[in-house]
T-cell receptor
Framework: RKEVEQDPGPFNVPEGATVAFNCTYSNSASQSFFWYRQDCRKEPKLLMSVYSSGNEDGRFTAQLNRASQYISLLIRDSKLSDSATYLCVVRPDAGGTSYGKLTFGQGTILTVHP | GAVVSQHPSRVICKSGTSVKIECRSLDFQATTMFWYRQFPKQSLMLMATSNEGSKATYEQGVEKDKFLINHASLTLSTLTVTSAHPEDSSFYIC??????????????FGNGTRLTVT
């Protein structure tokens, strides 16, 4: 089983649509969770951190369910500029020299069309 | 603006040559930097952890003699791909954390280096 699993998609949605991405992780001791977006042939950029209570940033809402080891990202009112690959990212643990290690999902491709 | 700078952004080299990639933290000190690699249509995979003033820590399956890492200062880490072969062609990305943002702060990534070995 992969450490972080995502539905690779692709998701093709019209502008204005709401789209949700799911992610599961295998390490129950994981401490931190993030969503990154990666545009074609570019480096990943942080979209948002994911907190236990759930959090929202404009059109983006992230949820975390530790019991189910499940993370989600909801995008409302999709824009053309939202087209990218969305990476679910997990930090396995909090301490020691591994604090910077991140485990990436394979990414979910989103295409928003006019 | 970018907080981690990586250079070069693209390099094409012949098989058997060595390539050096630089990673700099721009406005913070990074005692630890991380080198990732991404093959087409695959996830980013951690290659090694670069430690300022000490040896790098390599992930399983990554050859330390092939991928030389030097972290000589608090703002610079270099990755040298020695005797490069076509199978080393990939997207190499460095990253670092600004600890001033807290213990759970996310990683900041450099803009990546696309290496093509012919």
């Amino acid at each position: 089983r992969k450490e972080v699993e995502q539905d690779p998609g692709p998701f093709n949605v019209p502008e204005g649509a709401t789209v949700a991405f799911n992610c599961t992780y295998s390490n129950s001791a994981s401490q931190s969770f993030f969503w990154y977006r990666q545009d074609c042939r570019k480096e990943p950029k942080l979209l948002m951190s994911v907190y236990s209570s759930g959090n929202e940033d404009g059109r983006f809402t992230a949820q975390l369910n530790r019991a189910s080891q499940y993370i989600s990202l909801l995008i409302r009112d999709s824009k053309l500029s939202d087209s990218a690959t969305y990476l679910c990212v997990v930090r396995p643990d909090a301490g020691g020299t591994s604090y910077g290690k991140l485990t990436f999902g394979q990414g979910t491709i989103l295409t928003v069309h006019p | 603006g970018a907080v981690v700078s990586q250079h070069p952004s693209r390099v094409i080299c012949k098989s058997g040559t060595s390539v050096k990639i630089e990673c700099r933290s721009l406005d913070f000190q990074a005692t630890t930097m991380f080198w990732y690699r991404q093959f087409p249509k695959q996830s980013l995979m951690l290659m090694a952890t670069s430690n300022e003033g000490s040896k790098a820590t390599y992930e399983q399956g990554v050859e330390k003699d092939k991928f030389l890492i030097n972290h000589a200062s608090l703002t610079l880490s270099t990755l040298t791909v020695t005797s490069a072969h076509p199978e080393d062609s990939s997207f190499y990305i460095c990253s670092a954390r600004d600890l001033r943002q807290g213990t759970n702060s996310p990683l900041h990534f450099g803009n990546g280096t696309r290496l093509t070995v012919t």
